[in-house]
T-cell receptor
Framework: DTGVSQNPRHKITKRGQNVTFRCDPI?????LYWYRQTLGQGPEFLTY????????KSRLLSDRFSAERPKGSFSTLEIQRTEQGDSAMYLCASSWWGPPYGYTFGSGTRLTVV | GIQVEQSPPDLILQEGANSTLRCNFSDSVNNLQWFHQNPWGQLINLFYIPSGTKQNGRLSATTVATERYSLLYISSSQTTDSGVYFC?????????????FGEGTQLTVNP
């Protein structure tokens, strides 16, 4: 198993453009999580899936954000009409549904909006 | 929502020293995890420890759920231990949903 994979590693985009990130979780894990981390802060929860169902969304996830996990495997996070405040590290994690709920994080996608 | 406080915010050690990091949380939890974020940004899960004590090499952790705190012990620290240590919790009554992270302890181990 190669762990949780995220692509791209870095993304620089102009304000107003749309961006999409991809996360491939550990294959045995049926839960997938998206978090956002800004400099000097701990990660903040955005949303999570169990299989293909999106079970919870944070209030941080505005209408410009959408996440999908179409076949219960990989997931995508799209940000429309990016703003400078969207600049952050976007982290994906996966876990098994039952205890122990230990997360495995990917390396993240660093988004810079200019 | 649940509050997570970590202390100290910064810690500087000489190689070989021991340290204790603390995590206080404001409500009952059924999931508590410790993570290490290395200087390249990778978050590594160290422990899943909602209660009790665990050890893994030079690292050990203890969670006293009734008193709402957890401790991470690092013994014989090495320069590779440098980075940010996060405590993250999930409130009781939920199962495997969102984790709330503390602000972390920045550890620097000097040679």
């Amino acid at each position: 198993d190669t762990g949780v994979s995220q692509n791209p590693r870095h993304k620089i985009t102009k304000r107003g453009q749309n961006v999409t990130f991809r996360c491939d979780p550990i294959s045995e894990h049926n839960r997938l999580y998206w978090y956002r981390q800004t400099l000097g802060q701990g990660p903040e929860f955005l949303t999570y899936f169990q299989n293909e169902a999106q079970l919870e969304k944070s209030r941080l996830l505005s209408d410009r954000f959408s996440a999908e996990r179409p076949k219960g495997s990989f997931s995508t996070l799209e940000i429309q009409r990016t703003e400078q405040g969207d600049s952050a590290m976007y982290l994906c994690a996966s876990s098994w549904w039952g205890p122990p709920y230990g997360y495995t994080f990917g390396s993240g996608t660093r988004l810079t909006v200019v | 929502g649940i509050q997570v406080e970590q202390s100290p915010p910064d810690l500087i050690l000489q190689e070989g020293a021991n340290s204790t990091l603390r995590c206080n949380f404001s409500d009952s939890v059924n999931n508590l995890q410790w993570f290490h974020q290395n200087p390249w940004g990778q978050l590594i899960n160290l422990f899943y420890i909602p209660s009790g004590t665990k050890q893994n090499g030079r690292l050990s952790a203890t969670t006293v759920a009734t008193e709402r705190y957890s401790l991470l012990y690092i013994s014989s620290s090495q320069t590779t231990d440098s980075g940010v240590y996060f405590c993250a919790v999930e409130p009781g009554g939920t199962s495997g949903s969102r984790l709330t992270f503390g602000e972390g302890t920045q550890l620097t181990v000097n040679p």
